[in-house]
């Protein structure tokens, strides 16, 4: 393989840490969550057990058979604890060493590529094609397609290359946020604690003040000002403002004319905050688990635009009809936030054909100024400005069917064909 095509694999791969990066958070994450579970229950056993065998007396000769009753007892409580906490430690090894074989396949199947000799073997074709399928599987897990994606992903056999449980379980929080309830958000942002910190998340304060709100939107003032003092006071260090306007809820109405309260309080109430909380909770998801908040097909497509993209795209007068960016409605509203293509070189594109101009199909200039190639080119139909063009010829053609006069498409002004001048692009 050359230089310049290990340089493309290397870059493709790159591209790929998702892939690698989120078995791999998955994995942390259950690993610290299964350690501080099985910590807390050891040491509780241990003083538990302590205290039940401190209460039993084995001295007691009079009643020998009530002492060993009652250590019966403490020990066959404490085996089934044990009992549980075995059962616990097992399933958390079954799903580390479920994170770590998808690591591992996930990790080969990027070795597949770079190991590859040439991008035109079948191999390269078929690691394509497993590629394209898990963007599509990606797309269709963001937008709650799941039993497609299901399908599509047992089809292809790539279901150790997608996170469809993870997905689902993003689903399962996002929808409980848009039914307005905080609940399972809440029990997720429990367990990612310590990622969160890292990121510097406000989700669950945001959550803890939603919840507030809505106790005061439902007149519950008592149980508001302890969920006050439970929740969101012991954070007014660093949200200060925001426990002020929360406390204010309870002495005005959102719909005040006080100026300092006028807006602040109207926004807390506004139902929008509810979709700001589950656009917030997808951005810190897709950042604990290393994901752009951007499905893939998004970004494979805009990364190929970016080098189609001109300013004439966006002209219809000036559309191409071999350019999908012109296509205004589809790959055009893609395009629109990214920079325009740069090219060293600048090529000419017959307007008629979609032809590239060159020595072999020079262009010709009409007297009105438009430039035409002269090859002999069918026309597909170009919808610019409500105006479909059927199957027509270039200039030559044009001229040969209509006794030497050309039609410009874009005026209707017609020439005779030997008005027509070569131009030469310096």
């Known amino acids: 393989m050359s230089s310049g095509d290990t340089k493309k694999l290397e870059a ?85 060493e479920l994170y770590i074989q998808r690591s591992r396949l996930r990790l080969q199947h990027l070795d597949e590529l770079l190991s590859m000799q040439s991008q035109e073997t079948p191999a390269y074709t078929r690691w394509s094609k497993a590629q394209l399928d898990r963007i599509l599987v990606d797309y269709m897990l963001r937008n709650g397609c799941f039993e497609s994606a299901k399908g599509l992903s047992a089809e292809a056999g790539i279901q150790q290359l997608v996170d469809i449980e993870m997905f689902e379980q993003s689903k399962m929080i996002e929808d409980s946020l848009k039914r307005r309830s905080c609940t399972e958000c809440l029990a997720w942002c429990k367990d990612n604690s310590s990622a969160l910190k890292k990121i510097k998340s406000n989700l669950e304060f945001n959550l803890r003040l939603q919840e507030y709100i809505e106790l005061v939107r439902g007149q519950k003032l008592a149980e508001a000002i302890v969920y006050l003092k439970k929740h969101l006071t012991p954070n007014a260090d660093v949200f200060l403002k925001e426990v002020q306007m929360a406390a204010a809820l309870l002495a005005f109405d959102p719909d005040t004319l006080c100026g300092r309260y006028k807006f602040a309080l109207k926004a807390m109430f506004d139902e929008s905050r509810w979709t700001s909380l589950v656009a917030q909770f997808r951005s810190n998801n897709c950042t604990l688990n290393s994901l752009s908040e951007e499905p893939m097909l998004h970004t494979a497509l805009q990364s190929g635009m970016a080098a189609l993209k001109t300013p004439m795209c966006y002209q219809p007068e000036n559309r191409n009809v071999n350019c999908p960016i012109c296509v205004a409605d589809v790959y055009g509203v893609l395009a629109q936030p990214l920079p325009n293509a740069h090219h060293v070189n600048s090529c000419l594109v017959c307007r ?63 020439f005779h064909i030997s008005v027509a001048r070569k131009a030469f692009a310096i």
């Open 12 to 96: 493709l791969v790159s591209l790929e840490q998702p892939l690698v990066k989120v078995p791999l958070e998955q994995f942390k994450r259950a690993f610290k969550v299964s350690q501080k579970h099985i910590e807390k229950e050891w040491a509780a056993l241990g003083v538990s057990a302590g205290d039940h065998l401190g209460k039993v007396d084995l001295t007691n000769v009079d009643k020998p058979g009530v002492a060993r009753d009652s250590a019966l007892k403490v020990v066959d409580g404490l085996l089934a604890r044990f009992t549980a906490l075995k059962s616990k430690i097992q399933e958390s090894k079954n799903e580390e």
């Open 352 to 414: 008629i054909s979609g032809d590239i101009m060159n020595e072999d199909n020079p262009p010709l200039v009409l007297p009105n100024g438009y430039v035409y190639s002269q090859k002999v080119t069918d026309l597909f139909y170009l919808h610019m400005t409500n105006t479909a063009f059927g199957t027509q010829k270039a200039l030559e053609e044009m001229a040969l069917k209509h006794g030497g006069m050309v039609t410009c498409p874009r005026t209707g002004a017609q």
